[in-house]
């Protein structure tokens, strides 16, 4: 008997029969391929062309980035008096700037460490080689402050005089967004001239919250042109009875004598931020000893001349730097350590200040040689 391989019958490539009364439903048309292939392509390239779009369409904010930590130390050169550089400086934090595309705005609004803010936050209606030129004299303000407060702190004569104050920020909703443009120099309240900021100050006191003052303003600053503007102060927050107008000012310095020439390299770094920087780095230099114990210890903060350290803006990016770069003490304003220790958590020991002073008691905690700043300008 003969084994026949079975072959079944081939499958009908016909569609089934309808059932009885009914007529057969033909398919839906296919897009011939190539039509497909063309869609896609379609697709595709506006999705390129979009992302490429985002990628160059400017917007009006600006990303704020951890920036760069730099000792200062190195920067720092006396000339005509006995120096003393320390093996571990006081170093100085930035924050990075920059224009920011929808792109990068997108990706920065996903970076915790990463800030995207209006433009007119950062610049207050400068243009970006306008923001370039103030900031370039706001770090020269800067280091001629810190020079002046570490001398007199050691005990040295340095001379400044001033006249006027400069007008640097304005709070939103409050009397001098009224009537006050950046950069105004207010040189006399009620017809009493303005030789520093406690003159302004106490002229703006007199009939506490609610009075109405003129101010005599210089605009634009260093012009011989002065205009007269009323202002009627208002409650501080803190203080129902200290009467504010919402700006924060500045000293504006017209002539420094020094005892011997210092001079601080900042490169081409601008703002005011440094200044706490600056002045405790010169003290190291002037005095034996480590100010900083032996520790890495790196500060953020302006200098006023009377010692007053105030708060600048970053913070948080100038934290994740400080982290990043391996140091172990932060010292920031008092009213930026909640924003810093909410970045870097227990990486850091943050330490708040208000003025020279508290900085300088927070670095003898650390065990850095505070005592050798008593009477340096006699030894020397």
């Known amino acids: 008997m003969t084994a026949t391989a079975l072959t079944p019958p081939p499958a009908s490539t016909s569609p089934p029969a309808p059932p009885p009364g009914q007529h057969p439903v033909p398919p839906p048309p296919r897009a011939p391929r190539r039509r497909r292939v063309v869609a896609f392509a379609v697709s595709l390239g506006l999705l390129v062309s979009s992302t490429i779009g985002a990628a160059f369409l400017p917007t009006p904010y600006l990303t704020l980035r951890p920036g760069m930590v730099r000792p200062v130390t190195d920067q720092i050169l006396v000339e005509g008096v006995e120096s003393h550089p320390p093996e571990h400086s006081i170093a100085y ?40 030129r103030y900031n370039a004299q706001l770090m020269d303000t800067s280091k001629l402050v810190a020079t002046v407060v570490a001398l007199e ?23 001098a967004a009224e009537v006050l443009e950046l950069d105004d120099v207010i040189v006399a309240v009620d017809d009493e001239p303005i030789d520093d ?57 017209v002539g420094v004598d020094l005892p011997f020439e210092v001079l601080i390299d900042s490169g081409t770094v601008g703002g005011p931020s440094a200044g706490l920087a600056f002045t405790l780095a010169l003290l190291d230099v002037l005095t034996p000893g480590e100010l900083t114990g032996g520790h890495r210890v790196a500060t953020t903060g302006t200098i006023a001349l009377d010692g007053t350290v105030g708060p600048v803006g970053g913070a948080a990016q100038k934290a994740v730097g400080v982290r990043n770069a391996g140091y172990e003490v932060f010292l920031v304003p008092h009213a930026e350590v909640d924003e810093v220790r909410a970045v870097v958590g227990d990486d850091l020991t943050v330490i708040g200040v208000g003025t020279l002073d508290e900085a300088l008691e927070a670095l003898e905690s650390l065990g850095g040689d505070v005592r050798s700043l008593e009477g340096a300008a006699a030894g020397s």
């Open 153 to 175: 702190r050691l005990g040295y004569d340095a001379e400044v005089r001033t006249t006027g104050a400069v007008v640097r920020q304005i709070a939103p909703d409050t009397p």
């Open 197 to 253: 900021l406690d003159d302004l100050r106490r002229l703006l006191q007199v009939g506490g919250p609610g009075a109405t003052h003129r101010l005599t303003v210089e605009r634009p600053p260093g012009g011989d042109v002065t205009v007269d503007l009323d202002v009627t102060t208002a409650p501080a927050p803190d203080d129902p009875e200290r009467a504010i107008i919402g700006v924060v000012v500045e000293d504006r310095i």
């Open 93 to 132: 934090t930035t924050v990075s700037v920059g224009g920011a595309t929808l792109l990068e705005a997108l990706v920065g609004w996903l970076d915790d460490d990463v800030d995207v803010v209006p433009e007119e936050q950062i610049r207050g209606g400068r243009d970006a080689e306008e923001s370039r």
